[in-house]
């Protein structure tokens, strides 16, 4: 994430702000721009979502639309019943996520397929809560994607319950935006890879799709990943079937460009212990950079500091994890697959 400044007093404010600590300006962001505009700007072309009060949403929308939600909230076209309070904090917590992954979106010019006349095959959410049926059955939602639609349990913002699948799944990185990440991926799947020139690389890399999808997660949540998983997957959930294999991969693509546009933001750039090793130039803008080599080695210089960092005050490993060769291959075709559809 870049950094932000209050449009009136040029404080350091953040992402998700809506007022500075400082002038207490009211402000908001747009898309478009990518920056903080003043509320009260004397500008017509701006107004803040309707979201704003209810939820917190600081993003603007803009032009003569009748839309009144901004770029990010008017993708969620099912929402859990917000009269209930634990609903809405947690629909608050998965819009906040759900921000951040449409920034990462529009920082890779990724398409959206929008359509005006229907929600099918267009990229849209449905947060939505279990529900009790009027036999007093529990009716789960499950969190998953189907042509474009992604719905996801909004228990997923209740930190103990994620904390609980999380260690019972062995996912360090089990959060709100990961789920984002990882479920626009099947999407982007069905768009950029499925019937399309792709497919056969893809295949070389994270083997045959075609092998029955219930059956291998049916597999995976019978004996778990193989011995050694780590040395060719970033998770272990991403060994029960290619397409997880391949949303698991872009989700951690994502979760590394996201963190290098932060160092470079803030200027952090940690240098080889050896004096004879070539000194690292921060990558001022990780979304446009053409050789994942060059990304990735910054990535583990930093993540190699973070993790010390982490350390140094007793917490986890920022980042634990290990990219191997085979990684490297799984990662280029995700970096190669955004690169063809955006960087040209
Ligand atoms: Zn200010
Ligand atoms: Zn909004
Ligand atoms: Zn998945």
Redesign the pocket.
Known sequence: MRRFQCPKCENEVHFDNRQCVVCTTQFGYLPSADKMLALSGGNDETY?????NV?G???L?EGVTNLN??????HTTKLPDLSVSENLRQFTLL?RAK?QLFYSIMKFRLPLYRSTESAEGYLHFELLGDEIDSEGEIERVMTGHKQGRITINIAEADDATREKIRKAHGEPYRTLIGHFRHEIAHFYWDKLVAGKQSIDEFRAIFGDERADYSDALKVYYKKSAPHGWSKSFVSAYATAHPWEDFAETWAHYFHMISGLETAYAYGISPQPVKDSAPYMVLISDPFDVIDLRILVDHWVTLTVAMNEMNRSIGNFDYYPFVLSDSIFRKLKFVHDLIGAHTKN
């Open positions: 803040p979502c309707e979201n704003r939820i949403c600081n993003w929308c939600q901004c770029l990010s909230c008017r819009e921000r």
